[in-house]
């Protein structure tokens, strides 16, 4: 005969408060191993109650979705796609980020999404267009003034690495790369007057940089889009390549950049919630197994 109690569960020698702290446990930033250990269970034990919880159901709102990609590894796929839902929370992790795959969630739910905020990445765009041809998509602010940041960047390797008399920017690289509308000291602002100074090109590209971060500024999306607008043509007739290719990639984002102002809404809440799946997998040294990470 095998005993019946409230304590054990039948045909288990495991009590159920063993059970209890364990699944409170699997809710915290800890690795099957180490709970196992805590709590003198082999590891396939935890991973067995791991896998017998049930996920609560969820109240979710489709009407704007998240997109973000991070590296997983998981099942031999380099990259997975979480997705968010109009409150933050997560409505789901992809195997990958394939097309296919993001097709067949946008078209299980494309009478609910109406928005789509994601960073600049053509594949995304194209695949929720072609299943949501009546969606906006929002760019995420961030990825958009990256594109400045690197453009500057740019400018600064290629000059100095042309000549020795540009090495100082290669030395102020960080005072470059600052937000030119924070505050700057009064030593800083000398040390970028002189930086300017040596290179009419340098000179130009910095300035265009100011007027790109100082567009985000603008709250009234008429005046922000004319003024968008505006800076595109001036970056395209620069005759700098590096202005020249922000420009044109900020002429092929622009519809989207423009519902930056429009919606007020960003992705970077996305980019804090997967840090912390980052987090877990590194205390699991890697989550291999798809099912599992997600």
Known sequence: MTSSIDIVDRNCSISNEVKDEIRRKLSEMKSF????????????????????????????????????????????????????????????????????????????HKDSIKKVGMDMFMQFRNTVYSCLPHADIVADKYHVIRQANWMIRDVRIRLFNSDTKYKEYKKYWKLIAKNPNSAFSPSQKKRLKKLKNLSEIFSRAYDLRTKFFSIFE???????????????????????????????????????????????????????????????????????????LK
């Open 218 to 292: 603008i709250k009234d999306v008429t005046i922000f889009s004319y003024e968008l607008n505006n800076l595109i043509g001036e970056l395209k007739e620069s005759g700098i390549k590096e202005c020249i290719k922000l420009g044109e990639t900020l002429s092929n984002w622009e519809k989207e950049i423009n519902n930056i102002q429009k919606y007020n809404i960003n992705n970077g809440f996305v980019e804090g919630k997967n840090n912390k799946i980052k987090v877990i997998k590194r205390l699991s040294y890697g989550i291999k197994k798809f099912d599992n």
């Open 33 to 108: 191993t180490q709970i196992g250990r805590e709590e003198n269970t082999s590891i396939s034990t935890v991973m067995r109650i791991f896998h017998d919880i049930e996920v609560p159901h969820k109240e979710l709102d489709y009407e704007t979705v998240y997109l973000d990609e991070f590296k997983g590894n998981a099942d031999k796929e380099k990259y997975q796609l979480a997705i968010y839902d109009t409150n933050h929370i997560l409505i789901d992790i992809l195997k990958d980020r394939k097309s296919s795959t993001i097709r067949e969630f946008l078209l299980c």
